[in-house]
């Protein structure tokens, strides 16, 4: 007889791990994981906006067996969906990102993995086995640094780049200001190490300066003097180093298609328009992942549920387009699927799981994102991912009008 994984009785929902991770981290925290940009009017619609399609489910379709299953990286995720790569996961839980890359393993879900990570690409690579894993990327100015990653990165085995191309600049984020956020002293930016163990013991911050500082560093952003482009300075920190406003199309992606070679995929992760995925198909990136960055940088910004149809549509099946977020239940992974997404990915969610109970809460998350998900195909009366289609969608207008898609 099969058995079932029991139910966790205080927590059934995403929304309740949510509520459950909002008692358990410090504020500190708490807001530098769930704030978006300005007013947080991106970061909203992101979730919003999947209320405005509806599902159309058919009916006698013999449901009794569903594969949920896609290929991906040359893996058999159980799922359509990956766990996103977040920044600095041991603020939320000591397990970090060795537990979400244990209970991905553990579920059969790729994981990507943020360069400003608390614990190191070796680390995660060792505790993901032969699961898949890729590596999100901030190309910084001085290319040496980004090489270097990228070469670790190929021989600990990560199977794609996702290079984040949605920071030219940093969003500006208030309550981070405010809290003045730094990365406690007892941490560190694994994958930056030798640069964190130099930072002195005293900030050196600029006098008036808004942008708060990741570690006590002397570090600084880059700046135009009037003529020449100064590049950032002194240890790799997110705020000084991440934002790069000199990526552009010609020179950046070809490079970075030499530096990872036949070893590992490029893919772009933050493209929101039909021209640029045009552009993307072009330059002969592996994928696209349509993002706005979890609503941290542009607000005002398409939520990505709505700025997917046209991607996909411009793209036309020539390379991959995932998605990603404000998806917080199963019935989010369809309608994405159904608008032509290839594949979704969570981010908070993850570090929801951890707060709660660190790597049995992230397996949680996982099994929840599971049971919506095989449970909605069941009852949209689909039993293969590949057979979701917009045939299975509505959306609703403004007035409250369906329109088949």
């Not at 070809?254 to 995929?265: I, T, V, Y």
């Not at 893919?267 to 349509?290: F, M, R, S």
Request: aromatic share 6%.
């Amino acid at each position: 007889m099969a058995t079932t994984t029991p139910h966790d009785l205080n927590c059934l929902t995403i929304e309740e791990l949510e509520a459950h991770a909002r008692t358990m981290m410090d504020k500190q925290t708490r807001d530098y994981y769930n704030e978006g940009a300005d007013s947080n009017s991106t970061l909203h619609e992101n979730m919003h906006a999947y209320n405005k399609y509806r599902i159309r489910p058919r009916v006698l379709r013999d449901v009794s067996r569903i594969n949920s299953t896609v290929n991906i990286f040359g893996h058999q995720n159980s799922i359509p969906l990956g766990v996103a790569p977040t920044a600095m996961q041991r603020l939320a839980h000591s397990d970090g990102e060795l537990g979400t890359a244990r209970a991905c393993k553990k579920a059969k879900v790729a994981m990507g993995l943020s360069s400003f990570a608390t614990h190191s690409l070796e680390e995660v690579a060792e505790a993901s086995g032969e699961n898949p894993r890729v590596l999100q990327l901030y190309l910084f100015e001085e290319r040496a640094h980004s090489a270097k990653l990228i070469q670790r990165a190929k021989e600990a085995g990560y199977k794609a780049v996702f290079l984040t191309v949605d920071t030219p600049f940093l969003g500006r984020r208030n309550m981070e200001i405010r809290n003045q956020f730094k990365l406690p002293p007892h941490l560190k930016v694994r994958n930056f190490a030798e640069e964190q163990d130099s930072i002195p013991a005293e900030a050196d911050e600029k006098e008036g300066a808004v942008r708060p500082t990741m570690q006590r560093s002397g570090s600084q952003t880059g700046y135009n003097d009037g003529e020449n482009r100064v590049p950032p300075s002194g240890p790799i920190t997110f705020h000084s180093h991440a934002a790069n406003p000199t990526l552009n199309w010609e020179k950046d992606i070809r490079w970075l298609k030499q530096e990872c070679g036949d070893e590992m995929q490029v893919w772009l992760k933050g493209i929101a328009t039909a021209e640029d995925a045009i552009l993307a198909v072009h330059h002969g990136v592996d994928g696209i992942v349509v993002s706005n960055h979890g609503g941290r940088q542009l607000n005002g910004a398409l939520a990505t549920i709505d700025a997917l149809p046209e991607v996909v549509e411009a793209v036309r099946g020539k390379i991959p387009v995932h998605v990603d977020g404000g998806i917080r239940h199963g019935t989010d992974v369809f309608k994405a699927m159904a608008l032509g997404a290839d594949f979704v990915w969570v981010g908070r969610p993850a570090l929801w799981g951890l707060a709660y109970k660190g790597q049995e809460g992230v397996e949680l998350m996982l099994k929840l994102f599971t049971d919506e998900i095989r449970l909605c195909m069941s009852l949209a009366g689909v039993v293969r991912v590949e057979d979701i289609s917009k045939e299975y969608l509505v959306k609703m207008d403004s007035s409250g009008f369906v329109a088949r898609l």
